[in-house]
């Protein structure tokens, strides 16, 4: 067994703009009772959602000269927004879940695998 | 309390830049952050990601099953690995993002997760 990161990143302006309120709320739903089945087959180590990028602080310690500055790390258009870390046999696996993992956040995800 | 991503950014092709000796160094010193952290209850996850070519996106939106290889976003700097930390306040991250990136000998990134 393996572990993989599956993250989701999010655009400039935040979350995906979800047609309508039924929408985001299916999604958040579908994403809870995947993350339940994850755990029920001992494939999920955690998951989580990230408070927005403003809530960034970058740590510099390098030299022992700590410089603290607000914001994120990476001055990107897209920025991460959650994941998952997950158990898989192999990367295989690892998409196969990612498949289902991005049906229930109705979003792409990327799959990464830890050292 | 609240749990805290501690991420460490760095350019694509560092792992090809360091000598031996430096990583061993890191190394050490990540592992007694690693004890310290742990035998304080703090710990929720840490690991360090394979390189980011690596990567692979999954878009299984819509019924559909795109796979692509690479990661999702191009940038200069990459996700080289984090911590998740269960922590009291922002201080306490912020205290611990001091200590964290003394011990990997990097810039570190503090974010809170939202709430259950």
Same mark, same amino acid.
């Given at each position: 067994?393996?572990?993989?990161?599956?993250?989701?990143?999010?655009?400039?302006?935040?979350?995906?703009?979800?047609?309508?309120?039924?929408?985001?709320?299916?999604?958040?739903?579908?994403?809870?009772?995947y993350n339940? /089945?994850?755990?029920?087959?001992?494939?999920?180590?955690?998951?989580?959602?990230? /408070?927005? /990028?403003?809530?960034?602080?970058?740590?510099?310690? /390098?030299?022992?000269?700590n410089v603290i500055t607000d914001g994120p790390f990476i001055e990107s258009k897209e920025n991460?927004?959650?994941?998952?870390?997950?158990?898989?046999?192999?990367?295989?696996?690892a998409l196969e879940i990612a498949s289902g993992a991005s049906a229930a956040c109705v979003n792409k995800v990327e799959v990464r695998p830890f050292q | 309390?609240?749990?805290?991503?501690?991420?460490?950014?760095?350019?694509?092709?560092?792992?090809?830049?360091?000598?031996?000796?430096?990583?061993?160094?890191?190394?050490?010193?990540?592992?007694?952050?690693?004890?310290?952290?742990?035998?304080?209850?703090?710990w929720v996850f840490g690991g360090g990601l394979e390189p980011v070519h690596t990567a692979t996106c999954v878009d299984g939106r819509d019924g559909g099953n795109v796979v692509t290889d690479g990661p999702f976003i191009e940038s200069k700097e990459i996700l080289g690995g984090f911590w998740v930390l269960e922590l009291a306040d922002l201080d306490e991250a912020l205290e611990l993002a001091r200590q964290a990136s003394a011990a990997c000998e990097g810039k570190v990134e503090v974010r809170p997760f939202q709430g259950e």
């Open positions: 067994m393996a572990k993989y990161l599956m993250s989701v990143w999010h655009g400039p302006d935040g979350p995906p703009e979800y047609a309508d309120e039924a929408v985001m709320q299916k999604a958040f739903a579908d994403t809870g009772a339940d /089945r994850l755990a029920t087959a001992g494939k999920l180590v955690f998951a989580g959602g990230l /408070r927005s /990028r403003d809530t960034a602080t970058c740590v510099d310690n /390098r030299t022992g000269t991460l927004g959650g994941f998952w870390i997950i158990e898989a046999d192999d990367l295989a696996e | 309390m609240t749990q805290y991503m501690i991420s460490v950014w760095h350019e694509p092709d560092l792992d090809d830049n360091i000598s031996d000796d430096d990583m061993q160094r890191m190394f050490t010193q990540v592992d007694a952050f690693n004890q310290q952290v742990t035998a304080a209850g703090k």
